[in-house]
């Protein structure tokens, strides 16, 4: 089992910056990619960006070059560094981990983020 935390969600202006954090614990070995995923009111949940072991990374089109997912395998930590941010980033910001195979995926609990114009 993986337990994921997230902190750093919270109020920001239009065109500010925000950094999200998700210490994860338990059983690492076999996460294969860590990331982020967020869901605005009314929305599904979208991928913002992940991050593998490797670290190989992906990103949203709508994120690219504002969001940048770095990880800590020492912290078992991953990290969203988000800035020029927009009033549609507006939403719950959710931690994921991973297996390979794509069969197992773990949660976090979920980290408001909201943009004001």
């Known amino acids: 089992q993986v337990q994921l935390v997230e902190s750093g969600g919270g109020l920001v202006q239009a065109g500010g910056s925000l950094r999200l954090s998700c210490a994860a614990s338990g059983t690492m070995f076999s996460i294969f990619s860590m990331g982020w995923y967020r869901q605005a009111p009314g929305k599904q949940r979208e991928l913002v960006a992940t991050i593998t072991s490797g670290r190989g990374t992906n990103y949203a089109d709508s994120v690219k070059g504002r969001f940048t997912i770095s990880r800590d395998n020492a912290k078992n930590t991953v990290y969203l560094h988000m800035s020029s941010l927009k009033p549609e980033d507006t939403a719950v910001y959710y931690c994921?981990?991973?297996?390979?195979?794509?069969?197992?995926?773990?949660w976090g609990q979920g980290t408001q983020v909201t943009v004001s114009s």
């Open positions: 994921h981990a991973g297996e390979r195979s794509g069969l197992v995926n773990y």
